[in-house]
């Protein structure tokens, strides 16, 4: 069965360094997204993307935050300078079509230290 | 603020009975209603989609979907051990693509 696969997944990086996160969506889709879960929380919407663009971003997906889709298979999400509070679970989905189903990687805990 | 509502539980039910979870929206503009289900540690899982009032019954889940109240339950039937998890009602945000808005989640324990 398809499924979205997230590399790594776990990274601790020390506070102000650089991360980018990796998934690999479902081969046919065409819609992609990154989620966050801090400990305990709920899962919260960061960026949507679609045909090389954002479609929509929250307000947690500020000017550290960017997503790039570097080949035909890739999409990645980079912080570039990361703080205490952007230690989550970073879910990566994808979906076939807008408005319907989106599918979970299995995530990358993301430490920060 | 478009928020998701959820009763964050925990609703313990014994093996074999009818879990009964719950979900109001706050965006009447709302058109596509997901369950999850996520298990400890791990990401959420699809278990069901409902686009249009009624119920939507797959194997032992039945979902239901009332615009008009804007609320949306799910029934997991003969419940199992394995069941036991976080339940995720999930609410597009009527954005470009259906972003997602996700409630807090129910944790339902499923005692043999």
């Known amino acids: 069965e398809p499924e979205v696969t997230q590399t790594p997944s776990h990274q601790v990086t020390q506070m102000g360094q650089e991360v980018i996160l990796r998934c690999v969506p479902i081969s046919n889709h065409l819609y992609f997204y990154w989620y966050r879960q801090i400990l305990g929380q709920k899962v919260e919407f960061l960026v949507s993307f679609y045909n090389n663009e954002i479609s929509e971003k929250s307000e947690i997906f500020d000017d550290q935050f960017s997503v790039e889709r570097p080949d035909g298979s890739n999409f990645t999400l980079k912080i570039r300078s990361t703080k205490l509070e952007d230690s989550a679970m970073y879910f990566c989905?994808?979906?076939?079509?807008?408005?319907?189903?989106?599918?979970f990687g299995q995530g990358t805990r993301l430490t920060v230290v | 603020q478009k928020e998701v509502e959820q009763n964050s539980g925990p609703l313990s039910v014994p093996e074999g009975a009818i879990a009964s979870l719950n979900c109001t929206y706050s965006d009447r503009g709302s058109q596509s209603f997901f369950w999850y289900r996520q298990y400890s540690g791990k990401s959420p899982e699809l278990i069901m989609s409902i686009y249009s009032n009624g119920d939507k019954e797959d194997g032992r889940f039945t979902a239901q979907l009332n615009k008009a109240s804007q609320y949306v339950s799910l029934l997991i039937r003969d419940s199992q051990p394995s069941d036991s998890a976080t339940y995720l009602c999930?609410?597009?945000?009527?954005?470009?693509?259906?972003?997602?808005?996700f409630g807090k989640g129910t944790k339902l324990s499923v005692k043999p």
């Open positions: 989905a994808s979906s076939g079509q807008e408005w319907t189903e989106a599918f």
């Open positions: 999930a609410v597009n945000t009527g954005g470009s693509q259906g972003n997602l808005i």
